[in-house]
């Protein structure tokens, strides 16, 4: 069964870090786009990063390039979010996502979210 699971989230300063990880069973990240999306009390989900696996391309949301790095390890079949100078208004839950067409669009599996919370 596909399964992806985040972690790594929990409680930071304004200023701070965090690294997000998300790993995944039941297929080999090879085959697929990962994406992290976020989303905050009373706001829509939105797109953070995404990464093909296939060739390492990567993707930002225009409000996380320079902060957020999105990186993988296909041996471990994990992908990493790297989130550096965080904000209040990044606060929110943190999901990652894979797309079976490699397009970081359609996402198929789902994890259940990690939450990340910045104090100010």
């Known amino acids: 069964e596909v399964q992806l699971v985040e972690s790594g989230g929990g409680l930071v300063q304004a200023g701070g870090s965090l690294r997000l990880s998300c790993a995944a069973s039941?297929?080999?990240?090879?085959?697929?786009?990962i994406g992290w999306f976020r989303q905050a009390p009373g706001k829509e989900r939105e797109g953070v990063s995404c990464?093909?696996?296939?060739?390492?391309?990567?993707y930002y949301a225009a409000s996380m390039k320079g902060r957020f790095t999105i990186s993988s390890d296909n041996a471990k079949n994990t992908v990493y979010l790297q989130m550096s100078s965080l904000k209040p208004e990044d606060t929110a839950v943190y999901y990652c996502?894979?797309?079976?067409?490699?397009?970081?669009?359609?996402?198929?599996?789902w994890g259940q979210g990690t939450q990340v919370t910045v104090s100010s």
């Open positions: 996502a894979a797309d079976l067409g490699r397009t970081c669009h359609g996402y198929d599996y």
């Open positions: 039941g297929f080999t990240f090879d085959d697929y786009a």
């Open positions: 990464i093909t696996s296939s060739d390492g391309s990567t």
